[in-house]
């Protein structure tokens, strides 16, 4: 059974305490999984001077000296995998398979920014007639760190590892849904960094959240989220011109061509990225677009797998899809459907319950639309939750228009037997990644850059390239010859 009453790491939040708020298991509601307690913005401004005091010390070490902290504690969270993922299943309702995929990556992601301690130490000297130059990159200071509940733990690490590994301080702020998984994780860290190097809060992103990107002292924001968060972060941020890294919503179309056969592979590839923790995945196939030659033996074939799947609570081994997160976001997808079923679309719930109730907890079948147009709100928005809406199209040229009539680019797919050609199509979506013949977490790894065109986000994470944007770019010229010119 995993710890209860897990709290917050006991550098963060002890000398303001807040009111205590309990964390409750979504596939029952009955139960209580942990209790937090909610931080004020003080906590957050005094977690903030911790990190402030800390970063001379901390940007002094060597990025070496850095990544052993690292890698240690990377050890420390492989070592409690199986608490840590049956309590992110517990408060968050997915299955414990891919609770454990995220903390296992989790550790990995933390082994591969330890690993790149040479990367982030490079400097690039020149030697020319007129003297030297030598470029650099320095950390910036306070970096706080706010991400969502979908993938708490797995995303927080993708933006503090870079940062810290690369001589930052900083302050991660707990999303307030299935904060415990995530809390356990940090808490590892925080027992192998220096006093005030990384602090954790809880809290609303009303108080909480915005105390950071407002703070003067917090130099970049690494945000993920929704996209209207990520507008009012960066507006707030301005204040001081922070540095930004927002990865925000997506609205992931799927294109399936002519030359894709319709087989086991093809559907289950697509199902299973829109279905994966109930479709609240920010790179997940959202909407379907399917050649109208193949569109009714998809629409059949992607019914039937989907009418394979079950629906409870995550720890039941049979159960291949658990409850939605909370209820502001069952009730975004079923208003979503019953606009459909208003607009005449074919609404089929598919799969079934085992072990629990529909009214246990937060809970939907996977949903299969047809019939919708391009301008249903199914389509136009993203849903982020287990309901799919399938589209025909005639040719190509429709397809990617379809798929860029959006103001979301995080990702998207094409599917085909012929590979070349779909990486041709490719490069035609404007999406911050395209993937061929997959389309679901895991298809972009931690050192492949990730982000999103349009409204999607600013800047990108994953890879060595988050480990720059969490930098300044410094150059330290001699130009001695200048000095005979004058
Ligand atoms: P959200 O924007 O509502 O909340 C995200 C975090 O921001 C939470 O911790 C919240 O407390 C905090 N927050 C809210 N208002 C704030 C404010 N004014 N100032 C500072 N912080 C504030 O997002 P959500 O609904 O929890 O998450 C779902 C969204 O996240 C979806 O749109 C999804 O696509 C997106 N997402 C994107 C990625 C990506 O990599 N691009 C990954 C996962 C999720």
Redesign the pocket.
Known sequence: MPDSTLTPPVRAATTHVGEPFSVRNPARLVEEVGVLTRGRAAVAEEAVDRAYAAFPSWSGLGAHERAAALFRAADAIDLERAAIAELLTREHGKVLADATAEITNTAKTIRYYAGLADYVERETVLDDARGRIIERRVAMGVVAV??????PVL?ATLMYAPALLAGNTVVV?L??NAPLALSATLQRLVQELPEGVLSVVAG???EV??A??THPKVRRVS???????GR??MR?ASSNLKSLGL????NDPAIVLESATVNHRLVQGILRGAFMTSGQV?YAPKRLYVHRSRYSEFVDAFTAAADELVVGFGLDPAVSMGPLNNKAQLNTVKELVEASRREGASVRPAGRYEGVEETDGFFMLPTVVSGLDQHSPLVQQ?Q?GPAVPILPFDSEEEAVALANDSEYG?AASVWSDDTEHAFGLARRIQAGSVFVNVHRVGASDASMP?G?FKQ??VGR?HGEISVDESTELQIIADRTDMQAQI
Do not use: H
Not at 146 to 151: E, K
Not at 247 to 250: A, I, N, S, T, Y
């Open positions: 706010i991400v969502p509940w979908n993938y995303l702020k999303p307030e609303s992103g009303g959240g915005v950071l990107t945000f993920t989220g929704s996209t209207e968060t009012t972060i707030d990865e925000l919503g997506g920010c993203e982020f995080l990730f999103g999607s986000g994470g």
